[in-house]
């Protein structure tokens, strides 16, 4: 008798756990489906039986997790009900954490921002104070939106430095507890807590938001202060063993003697990046050139962001350096043309807003070491997306994980 009933319990907490799992399951084909669905054409994608797949979705509906929406119209004049995901109930937060600024956005499955808090001034210090900072900047927020918790699924985070996706580690801040970044935030924040770097984030919102939505193989550019890439193969982003995939702008692939942050020299962001043009820049005006975006201010104060500005109104120096650097760029590119093959590349970053002027240096250089046929396959595109690139990219790493985007 005792055996029966242990046994008798478990069947019923396998079965359980078995019509979990086959919610889970409709709810991700609802989910990932342009359209509303019937019970047949939902049947088709999970492969559960017809009263099955009935009974779970009443009890979705009773959840108020999915929703009748109309017939549809057939042929037969048979007029099956349709049934789509409640995405009221679906959010995710997003974090971008930069140096100098914080932005936050609790963001609904399809993608519409429902709060957002843009660029606040903030100063990233590897400190548990500032840590604390941003800590209570995430719970001001889950307070303020008004969205029960049991219905945001979770809070990406991109942060700048090096990060381990797969453990949620971050090494260059916040590394000072024993425990990885992500475990800690997990439990202080009560929420499931993914973590990746800025450059991950910026390629992961191409892909869900932006040009690299259809894309099979890309590589996305994160071209700022810092060169970074993702790698894009096969849909899926590149993270390596452990998250550390795309450190473009530390492959030697320079002549430069400069000594970059990571102790070697020829490392090609130390050439291509918003940091190299900035140190062009100095250099060319000490040696007598002449530029607007000097015009007015003090030498030291220019950041890369005027360069490009300045290129962008015709100033003659500024465009000089930025297609010098888009040179450079497109012949080191040009191997990773050879070395992976990609449909798509996208400049994103602040080097975006340079346009053509930067994209069709990057050709001329890659005309010089990219093989012809991937090179003919390929095109090269800027990033459309504006400032919500950081926080949409950092939710859509939630939906991602549940597999619903
Ligand atoms: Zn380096």
């Excluded at 492969?47 to 929406?69: A, C, F, G, H």
């Excluded at 894309?215 to 550019?221: S, T």
């Amino acid at each position: 008798m005792w055996l029966n009933n242990v046994l008798s319990e478990s069947e019923e907490v396998s079965n359980k756990s078995r019509q979990a799992k086959q919610k889970r399951k409709i709810i991700r084909a609802l989910s990932k489906s342009n359209v509303p669905l019937t019970i047949p054409e939902l049947q088709k994608q999970v492969r559960i039986s017809t009263p099955t797949t009935i009974k779970l979705i009443n009890e979705l509906i009773t959840d108020l997790l999915v929703l009748e929406e109309g017939k549809k119209e057939t042929e037969n004049g048979r007029r099956p009900t349709l049934y789509t995901l409640n995405i009221d109930k679906f959010h995710a937060i997003g974090v971008e954490i930069l140096f100098k600024r914080i932005s936050i956005a609790v963001v609904r499955l399809d993608q519409k921002v429902i709060l957002e808090k843009q660029d606040i001034n903030f100063r990233l210090e590897n400190t548990p104070e500032c840590l604390e900072t941003v800590i209570s900047f995430i719970q001001e927020t889950l307070k303020e939106c008004q969205i029960g918790k049991e219905h945001i699924l979770g809070i990406g985070i991109g942060l700048t430095g090096r990060v381990n996706t797969l453990t949620g580690e971050s090494y260059n801040f916040f590394n000072f507890r024993e425990e990885p970044l992500a475990q800690y935030l997990t439990k202080r924040l009560k929420k499931q807590i993914f973590i990746d770097n800025d450059t991950h984030v910026m390629g992961l919102s191409e892909q869900v938001l932006g040009q690299a939505k259809e894309a099979k193989n890309a590589l996305v550019l994160n071209v700022s202060r810092g060169l970074g890439m993702t790698i894009i193969a096969h849909k899926k982003i590149v993270t390596g063993g452990m998250g550390f995939a795309g450190e473009f702008g530390h492959m030697q692939m320079s002549n430069s003697e400069k000594l970059c942050i990571c102790g070697k020299r020829g490392c090609l962001g130390m050439e291509v990046s918003g940091y190299a043009l900035e140190e062009n820049f100095k250099s060319d005006i000490s040696g007598g050139g002449i530029s607007l975006a000097s015009n007015n201010k003090e030498l030291e104060g220019i950041r890369y962001d005027d360069i490009i500005e300045a290129a962008n109104e015709g100033d003659g120096l500024s465009i000089n350096l930025l297609q010098q650097m888009g040179e450079k760029l497109g012949m080191a590119l040009g191997n990773i043309v050879n070395l992976l093959n990609p449909e798509l590349i996208i400049i994103g970053g602040k080097f975006a807003q340079a346009g053509y002027m930067f994209t069709d240096s990057i050709k001329t250089g890659m005309n010089k070491t990219a093989l012809t046929i991937p090179l003919r396959y390929l095109t090269i595109k800027t990033s459309q997306l504006g400032r919500e690139t950081g926080y949409i990219g950092a939710s859509a790493m939630v939906f991602k994980q549940h597999d619903l985007i």
